[in-house]
T-cell receptor
Framework: DAKTTQPTSMDCAEGRAANLPCNHS???????VYWYRQIHSQGPQYIIH???NNETNEMASLIITEDRKSSTLILPHATLRDTAVYYC???????????FGAGTTVTVRA | EAGVAQSPRYKIIEKRQSVAFWCNPI?????LYWYQQILGQGPKLLIQ????????DSQLPKDRFSAERLKGVDSTLKIQPAKLEDSAVYLC??????????????FGEGSWLTVV
């Protein structure tokens, strides 16, 4: 039972920032927001996760709204290799598994 | 650090035949997962192990699927007999423990099964 809503697809220009939205209006106070991506023919790859604060790592930034009902994954300089399906997942502290929805198919164009 | 290893990478079998997939998790990871991913869909959990014990197998079709993790390290997923609808990618994943707090799950490359 996916707890998130993502656009089905989006395009992005190479070298530009890619902003991937995710709605999670029923999120609880102790639930995390996780992002994974899946490049064609590969397994899902962990990108980033957060609880309340914005997070940044070498791959991306995660911006979570103050009410926590939505978030945005930012790929600062998209490359062709960032073309993938991106999954936004809400996970409770007691939830040992990841429940995947359909994700957003992101196509980076030259 | 080595990632999650899976084999075989690709397998084609006829319906009613059997197949087995092997997974070696990241060293030290107590929790192991098997997911099934049908083309065009997100992965779906089949079974989860904590060390060598089963935590959740509620989505595993037990009439034809079985999985084991005898020594709490590597694991085998078996399908017998296979049906056409079993055509999918079988993903193995692992994590340090089953608690979600700051506990990242890492996936292998997957084993692609085609049943003809």
């Amino acid at each position: 039972d996916a707890k998130t809503t993502q656009p089905t697809s989006m395009d992005c220009a190479e070298g530009r920032a890619a902003n991937l939205p995710c709605n999670h209006s029923t999120i609880s106070g102790n639930e995390y927001v996780y992002w994974y991506r899946q490049i064609h023919s590969q397994g899902p790859q962990y990108i980033i996760h957060g609880l309340k604060n914005n997070e940044t790592n070498e791959m991306a930034s995660l911006i979570i709204t103050e009410d926590r009902k939505s978030s945005t994954l930012i790929l600062p300089h998209a490359t062709l290799r960032d073309t993938a399906v991106y999954y936004c997942i809400v996970r409770s502290p007691n939830d040992y598994k990841l429940s995947f929805g359909a994700g957003t198919t992101v196509t980076v164009r030259a | 650090e080595a990632g999650v290893a899976q084999s075989p990478r690709y397998k084609i079998i006829e319906k009613r035949q059997s197949v087995a997939f092997w997974c070696n998790p990241i060293s030290g990871h107590a929790t192991l997962y098997w997911y099934q991913q049908i083309l065009g869909q997100g992965p779906k959990l089949l079974i989860q192990f904590q060390n060598n014990g089963v935590v959740d197998d509620s989505q595993l079709p037990k009439d034809r699927f079985s999985a084991e993790r005898l020594k709490g390290v590597d694991s085998t997923l078996k399908i017998q007999p296979a049906k056409l609808e079993d055509s999918a990618v079988y993903l193995c994943a692992s994590s340090l423990s089953w608690a979600a707090s700051g506990n990242t799950i890492y996936f292998g490359e997957g084993s692609w099964l085609t049943v003809v």
